[in-house]
């Protein structure tokens, strides 16, 4: 029941900030999008990149998370390495990255209760460290666009598997849009129209005519 004298202009508090979120990159390397099969592998690149971009903008603590990357998977995705100049890349052996200690280590130590995750395969490095940080009172949002499985069906049986257990699907357009909420925040809006433009495919083309026809300060 809605006791309407309690109802105000205020956001839930199951909303993305730039205040309780992190997000983690696992696993977007090249061996991995070689077997990559559940949709257009430039297509996760881009909205990888977007994703990146928009954490940046937010200044979002971010962990960043590779598997047995001089033996078999390469390095991490160089637009990843490009957004996050410097910043430590946690390799691992462990296909559950929350089974490695300076992974979880890491998580700890942004502070967060709500991690989004993304990357390669959703079937095998996503859904196994959702799951264990769901087990362990986190909350999880999987960035669906931004993560692949090796078949359609592995994607998606993934993501269900995931849902099911309490994680929550988004894509990054959701998430950077999440996080800025109010086209009147000024701090982030001209980030925010850059990686939109730069990532955003036809909504990035529709901010560009936007701004062209109307001026520079058309909302998003």
């Known amino acids: 029941m809605v006791n309407i004298s309690e109802v105000t202009a205020a956001p839930s508090p199951d909303l993305l900030t730039p205040d309780n979120c992190a997000v983690l990159f696992i696993d977007h390397q090249p061996q991995m999008f070689f077997g990559t099969g559940s949709g257009d592998r430039t297509a996760i690149i881009n909205s990888t990149t977007g994703l990146a971009k928009a954490a940046k903008a937010f200044d979002v603590p971010v962990v960043l998370s590779t598997v047995a990357a001089e033996s078999f998977s390469g390095p991490i995705l160089p637009q990843l390495s490009e957004v996050f ?8 052996t ?27 395969w959703t079937e095998v490095c996503i859904v196994l460290p959702a799951l264990s940080a769901l087990a362990q009172g986190y909350e999880v949002y999987v960035v669906t666009d931004a993560s692949g499985g090796v078949s ?27 996080l800025q909420r109010d086209w009147a925040r000024a701090e982030t809006y001209a980030a925010v129209g850059d990686v939109v433009k730069e990532h955003g495919g036809a909504y990035g083309l529709g901010m560009v005519y936007a701004q062209a026809v109307i001026g520079e300060h058309a909302a998003g």
């Open 94 to 120: 462990s296909m559950n990255a929350w089974e490695d200690s300076a992974f979880v280590e890491a998580v700890k130590a942004t502070g967060r209760r709500k991690l989004v995750l993304a990357g390669l």
């Open 152 to 178: 359609p069906q592995a994607h998606e049986h993934a993501i269900q598997r995931m849902v099911q257990a309490g994680a929550v699907p988004v894509t990054w357009v959701q998430v950077l849009l999440e």
């Open 85 to 92: 100049p410097g910043q430590e890349i946690i390799d691992r």
